[in-house]
């Protein structure tokens, strides 16, 4: 019994992110999800209390992505600044082939909502958890703004991903456009 309420709970999670990507937050509705998963969306109250819930689970679920992606990160960095560099090339790498994720943030950016606001916070989570357990006791050189060059390293990471490498074929990003981040890394954290 357990294992088809598992099956069927990712079955609606899946059905949510499968709508997200291809529609956007707008087709969402109980309804809609049930169809698409092929449940009767009575199910979507059991499990997730209703489509709040739904969105939250759906969140926790495209944060886990990513903070999978982020586990091939290095496991250890000699320096903060260098830390940072690691975490920029494997969210670059990560949202260059994460298509969903993408998405999601384009449509945080462009029409913000309660239900993006649960992507939002998920997705800040894995990252604060990430920086976190990496971290240990490296710390920022004195007198930076971590929290600043980050954000603005995060944001540029997803600019390429979002927006695309500015002219450059896809598989060029990488090969061009990290050596340029990591320079800005080591420069703001020097």
């Keep these: 019994?357990?294992?088809?309420?598992?099956?069927?709970?990712?079955?609606?999670?899946?059905?949510?992110?499968?709508?997200?990507?291809?529609?956007?937050?707008?087709?969402?509705?109980?309804?809609?999800?049930?169809?698409?998963?092929?449940?009767?969306?009575q199910l979507i109250y059991r499990y997730f209390g209703g489509l709040d819930g739904l969105m939250a689970a759906a969140g926790a679920e495209v944060a886990e992505r990513m903070a999978a992606a982020l586990a091939t990160a290095p496991v250890t960095a000699p320096s903060y600044g260098g830390l940072i560099e690691g975490l920029a090339a494997t969210l670059l790498r990560h949202l260059m082939q994460d298509r969903l994720y993408r998405q999601l943030r384009l449509m945080e950016a462009s029409a913000p909502s309660p239900a993006t606001e649960a992507f939002q916070k998920a997705r800040g989570a894995a990252l604060a958890a990430w920086l976190a357990e990496r971290r240990g006791n490296l710390t920022a050189p004195a007198g930076t703004d971590a929290a600043a060059i980050n954000a603005v390293i995060i944001a540029a990471?997803?600019?390429?991903?979002?927006?695309?490498?500015?002219?450059?074929?896809?598989?060029?990003a990488d090969a061009r456009l990290l050596p340029v981040l990591q320079a800005m890394i080591r420069t703001a954290y020097a």
């Design 1 to 41: 019994m357990t294992r088809n309420r598992d099956e069927t709970r990712q079955r609606i999670l899946d059905a949510v992110l499968d709508l997200v990507a291809e529609e956007g937050f707008g087709a969402l509705g109980v309804n809609a999800v049930a169809r698409r998963a092929g449940a009767d969306k």
């Design 157 to 172: 990471a997803e600019g390429i991903a979002i927006l695309g490498p500015a002219g450059l074929a896809a598989e060029e």
